[in-house]
């Protein structure tokens, strides 16, 4: 089975600084890779995948990952945030076996407070 | 385009009891899934639909959860009896069929249960 890790719980910064995001996964076999962001009280919305090609993948809000396959990460960044980036996002992998086609491994989330 | 549509939203009931949850997914997607998110830790995947085939079950403690979906497009989840650890958010995702771990899934924003 795949694992993912989300090396923060918590990552705290100020209003227009950077941000990263760690995501590191174990597998055997190719993956796909997704971050999902979830605001307070609401599902999980997509942000970006990464499936094949460019290893620097553009997602909505101005994030972007970039997967990297010889230390097997799929880290998250921002290079400006804002307040309304508060959220909690989970890293997520799956891969095209047969038997678990689809399935999604979640980390175990990173919450993001932007602070004024 | 309307989302994934779940209810209730939040749901308090006592130990033993049964409960019910109901999911439409987006009109047109064939694929649904259920997860369950406990406080603090990632979704994990319960069961996944290929229209009104479970094609992957094996996350489903099957002596008391229940699944079901008729004609292929609104899903009910059942748990019978309830017990204190099930509190958590059950959340319902669908997706377009197709080259399975490259779909996007798009989430509802899930079910809050307490088990008092």
């Known amino acids: 089975a795949q694992s993912v890790t989300q090396l923060d719980s918590q990552v705290p910064v100020f209003e227009e600084a950077p941000v990263e995001l760690r995501c590191n996964y174990s597998?055997?076999?190719?993956?796909?890779l997704f971050w999902y962001v979830q605001y307070p009280n609401q599902g999980l919305q997509l942000l970006l995948k990464?499936?094949?090609?460019?290893?620097l993948v553009k997602g909505i809000n101005g994030f972007e990952a970039e997967f990297n396959k010889s230390q097997t990460s799929f880290h998250l960044r921002k290079p400006s945030v804002h307040i309304s980036d508060t959220a909690e996002y989970f890293c997520?992998?799956?891969?095209?076996?047969?038997?678990?086609?689809?399935?999604?491994?979640f980390g175990r989330g990173t919450q993001l407070t932007v602070w004024p | 385009e309307a989302g994934v549509v779940q209810s209730p939203r939040y749901k308090i009931i006592e130990k033993k009891q049964p409960v019910a949850f109901w999911c439409n997914p987006i009109?047109?997607?064939?694929?649904l899934y259920w997860y369950r998110q406990n406080l603090g830790q990632g979704p994990e995947l319960l069961i996944r639909?290929?229209?009104?085939?479970?094609?992957?079950d094996s996350q489903l403690p099957k002596d008391r959860f229940s699944a079901e979906r008729l004609k292929g497009v609104d899903s009910t989840l059942k748990i019978q009896p309830a017990e204190l650890g099930d509190s958590a958010v059950y959340l319902c995702?669908?997706?377009?069929?197709?080259?399975?771990?490259?779909?996007?899934?798009?989430f509802g924003p899930g079910t809050r249960l307490t088990v008092l």
């Open positions: 995702a669908s997706s377009l069929v197709g080259t399975g771990g490259t779909d996007t899934q798009y």
């Open positions: 597998s055997s076999v190719s993956v796909y």
């Open positions: 990464y499936l094949s090609g460019s290893t």
């Open positions: 997520a992998v799956s891969d095209d076996r047969g038997s678990t086609l689809g399935r999604l491994y």
């Open positions: 009109s047109g997607h064939n694929t």
């Open positions: 639909y290929e229209n009104e085939e479970a094609v992957d």
